[in-house]
């Protein structure tokens, strides 16, 4: 489901803001007040899973809402280089001051989907599910967690106010596990889970007995994740972290663990590559 929509106009606004400052000194002194044009979005590259098509096009109705679509692809749809995503009709000004703005969202939004979906396809038939991390662009999260669930990941926390994470710093900062998780139950409302950080087989084992819901194991090695997957038994959902990539998913996905989160996914992405192309005048 896509972020609410005054979120999205919020992001939106900002980049306008952000690229075009007061004036667009080569659109606004070359272009007449009454030009109007029709332009595509042409995919220029093979094997994509399309995001973001409704929240880039909203960027030319926010400039002028007299723009009229033909959408051709919808999100989730695969996309193959040539596709026609959809085309655009209205003032020329607005298509070529919110050229840039919509593609750079619609790239990145894409290539996160895209990414995300290549990951689903590696870990099927196993139990591990695909979850993004809080290493989100500041101010993109939503839009880049709702591209996630598109390639078909899920979302971890939102944000720090979604579920209580001991993350290494916490324990070294505050002492033991056990200590730390007896803490924070005194003080969570029910419906808050606790999810551990560790780092070894004996962290592994001090989790499960101090009741966390979600254990995480970080940058453990696949045999040392099949031992922590016998002895938590189903007790605490397990979740693998760290130097997940496209080699090395399907190893980590069949020692049985329940999800697999990749901060890659938003991070450090390739953007989808798709063009904006407007019909040349006679």
Same mark, same amino acid.
């Given at each position: 489901?896509q972020?609410?929509?005054?979120?999205i106009?919020?992001i939106? %606004?900002?980049a /306008?803001?952000?690229?075009?400052?007061?004036?667009?000194?080569t659109t606004?002194?070359? %272009?007449?007040?009454? &030009?109007?044009s029709t332009?595509?979005?042409v995919?220029?590259? &093979?094997?994509?899973i399309?995001?973001?098509?409704? %929240?880039?096009?909203?960027?030319?109705?926010l400039l002028?809402d007299?723009?009229?679509?033909d959408?051709?692809? !919808?999100?989730?749809?695969?996309?193959?280089?040539?596709?026609i995503i959809a085309? /655009?009709t209205?003032?020329?000004?607005?298509?070529l001051?919110g050229?840039?703005?919509?593609?750079n969202?619609?790239?990145?939004?894409?290539?996160?989907?895209?990414?995300?979906? *290549?990951? =689903?396809?590696?870990?099927?038939g196993?139990n591990?599910?695909?979850?993004?991390?809080?290493?989100?662009l500041?101010?993109?999260?939503?839009?880049q967690?709702?591209a =996630?669930t598109?390639g078909?990941?899920k979302?971890?926390r939102?944000?720090?106010s979604?579920c209580?994470?001991?993350?290494?710093?916490?324990?070294?900062?505050?002492?033991s596990?056990?200590?730390?998780?007896?803490t924070l139950?005194?003080?969570?409302?029910?419906?808050v889970? /606790?999810?551990?950080?560790?780092r070894n087989?004996?962290?592994?084992?001090e989790?499960?007995?101090?009741?966390?819901?979600?254990?995480m194991?970080? !940058?453990?090695?696949?045999?040392?994740? *099949?031992e922590?997957?016998? /002895?938590?038994s189903g007790?605490?959902?397990?979740?693998a972290?760290? !130097?997940?990539?496209e080699?090395?998913i399907?190893?980590?996905?069949?020692?049985?663990v329940? %999800?697999?989160s990749?901060g890659?996914?938003?991070?450090?992405?390739?953007?989808?590559?798709?063009?904006?192309?407007?019909?040349k005048?006679?």
């Amino acid at each position: 489901m896509q972020p609410l929509q005054m979120e999205i106009d919020s992001i939106i %606004i900002n980049a /306008i803001k952000e690229d075009i400052n007061y004036i667009d000194v080569t659109t606004d002194y070359l %272009i007449s007040d009454d &030009s109007v044009s029709t332009a595509k979005y042409v995919a220029k590259d &093979s094997g994509g899973i399309l995001c973001g098509i409704d %929240i880039a096009l909203r960027v030319f109705t926010l400039l002028d809402d007299k723009t009229e679509f033909d959408i051709k692809l !919808n999100d989730g749809d695969k996309v193959e280089k040539g596709d026609i995503i959809a085309t /655009i009709t209205g003032k020329t000004k607005v298509l070529l001051k919110g050229e840039r703005t919509a593609l750079n969202l619609l790239q990145h939004l894409s290539g996160i989907a895209t990414m995300t979906n *290549r990951l =689903v396809k590696l870990a099927e038939g196993t139990n591990a599910s695909i979850a993004d991390t809080r290493k989100t662009l500041p101010g993109l999260r939503s839009l880049q967690k709702y591209a =996630v669930t598109v390639g078909g990941g899920k979302n971890h926390r939102y944000n720090l106010s979604d579920c209580a994470m001991l993350k290494d710093t916490h324990l070294d900062a505050y002492g033991s596990i056990t200590n730390a998780v007896e803490t924070l139950r005194k003080k969570l409302g029910h419906t808050v889970m /606790i999810e551990v950080e560790t780092r070894n087989i004996n962290e592994v084992r001090e989790a499960l007995s101090a009741g966390a819901d979600i254990i995480m194991l970080d !940058n453990m090695d696949c045999e040392t994740m *099949r031992e922590a997957v016998k /002895i938590a038994s189903g007790k605490a959902k397990l979740e693998a972290s760290g !130097n997940v990539t496209e080699e090395t998913i399907v190893s980590i996905a069949k020692t049985g663990v329940d %999800i697999i989160s990749v901060g890659a996914i938003t991070h450090s992405v390739k953007a989808f590559d798709i063009s904006m192309r407007i019909d040349k005048r006679n």
